[in-house]
């Protein structure tokens, strides 16, 4: 092979040279397109940590806040939430025995009526109920319809046996004025040591 003469080039030289600048050129354009993506990207990412500190401070106002109503008693709660359930049950027994008795004593042609007394079978059913709604089932009275009658008027208690979960249950429904105002009940296996 002779030895090349480096005053002359071959021909191919200056279309190698141009595919060189092509080549450079479209990498210089490859990046650039690099870089503003990288950049874009960096403010995308920027956006979404400004959002994380907007959460960092909710957390720490939720905390604020949960820290404050630690003193809340959640037993203290649930028993004014019964008491106010009972509340309302007795004052929807009181509403219904009062429509009832203004709409007896309309029928009779009477102006006004007092608070009727319920009868004697609506206080077992009254009673009943109530355990039902306090989540008992299998209700039993224990007490006989003529003691249920005797207490239409006055004071005493209804005896009762009912399950709950399975378990069975016993104690009593007292009775004042002729309306419900207390349930005591208490599992029968409470009586072993």
Do not use: C
């Not at 009832?100 to 042609?109: F, H, I, K, P």
Request: hydrophobic share 50%; no cysteine.
């Amino acid at each position: 092979m002779p030895p090349l003469d480096p005053t002359t080039a071959p021909d191919w030289l200056p279309y190698a040279l141009f595919a060189a600048a092509v080549i450079a050129a479209a990498a210089a354009v490859a990046a650039a397109i690099g870089v503003w993506l990288v950049a874009a990207r960096t403010r995308s990412l920027d956006g979404r940590a400004a959002a994380l500190d907007r959460v960092e401070a909710i957390a720490g106002d939720v905390k604020r806040l949960a820290d404050d109503r630690g003193d809340l008693d959640l037993r203290r709660v649930e028993h004014v939430l019964i008491e106010l359930r009972d509340a309302q049950v007795r004052l929807e027994d009181a509403l219904l025995r009062h429509a009832e008795a203004t709409r007896g004593a309309l029928v009779r042609g009477a102006e006004t009526s007092a608070l009727a007394v319920p009868a004697p079978g609506a206080l077992g059913e009254s009673a009943v109920n109530r355990l039902i709604a306090l989540g008992y089932e299998r209700v039993q009275l224990v007490t006989r319809s003529e003691k249920l009658a005797e207490l239409g008027a006055k004071d005493g208690e209804i005896l009762v046996e009912a399950r709950r979960d399975g378990v069975l249950h016993k104690g009593r429904v007292l009775v004042r004025a002729g309306r419900i105002a207390n349930v005591e009940m208490h599992p029968a296996y409470s009586i072993f040591p």
